[in-house]
C-alpha cells in the first residue's frame, strides 16, 4: 500500500533511456526488476552481466565494456532491446504486443520468436498478438516440427519466456500501483 516516486536507485538512469524505446519508465524498471532485481553485479550461469543480464559480446556490439556500470548497462539493455523492436516492428505489430514480442525476443532471441510467428503465420493462427503465439509454442516442442519449413531453429520450448513475459507485466502492474505517475 506504500506510493512513492521511486522504484530503484537507478530510476533517472531508466527514465532516460526508457524514453529512447517510446515505453513508460516503469516497464524497463519491470524488465530490469524481472533480469536481476535491480542487482548490478548479478551475473547469470550463461554469462550475462549487470542490471538488464546482458552478454559481454551484446554488450561489445553497442561499444560497452563494463556491464557493471548501471548507466553502461543499461544503455546496452535498452540499445539490444531497441534493435529487437526494430525488427518485431516489421510484423505490424499493435503497441502493446509490439512490447510483448520485442520482451520474447530479448529472453529467447529474435529467431527463435520468428520461428514462432512463421508457424503461426502457416498454421493460420494469430501471428499478430501474444496470446496466438503462446497457442503456437506447444507445436514448437514436437518433434515433427523439424521438418516444418517454417521453423528455422528447431525445436523450442518456450516456458520460459512465457513465463518471462507473464512475469514482466505482473510486475509492471506491481510498479505501477507503488508508482503511480509516469
Known sequence: GIISDRISPYDEVIR?????????WRMLAAVIYQESRFSIGSRS????????????????CYGIDD?????????????????LQNLMSGYGLEHDELIKFTLAAYNAGEGRIADCIRL?????????????IVEIIPLMREDSILED??????KFHGHETIA???????????????CPEA
Open 16 to 24: 532516460k533511456y526508457a524514453a529512447s524505446l517510446g515505453w513508460d
Open 149 to 154: 519449413e517454417s521453423v528455422r531453429l528447431g
Open 45 to 60: 550461469f550463461r554469462g550475462a552481466q549487470g542490471l538488464m543480464q546482458v552478454m559481454p559480446q551484446t554488450g561489445a
Open 164 to 178: 518471462y513475459i507473464e512475469n514482466v507485466l505482473s510486475h509492471y502492474e506491481a510498479i505501477c500501483k507503488v
Open 67 to 83: 556491464l557493471f556500470d548501471p548507466e553502461q548497462n543499461i544503455i546496452a539493455g535498452t540499445r539490444h532491446i531497441g534493435r
Open 120 to 132: 503461426a503465420e502457416s498454421k493460420g493462427a494469430d501471428s499478430r498478438s501474444w496470446d496466438g
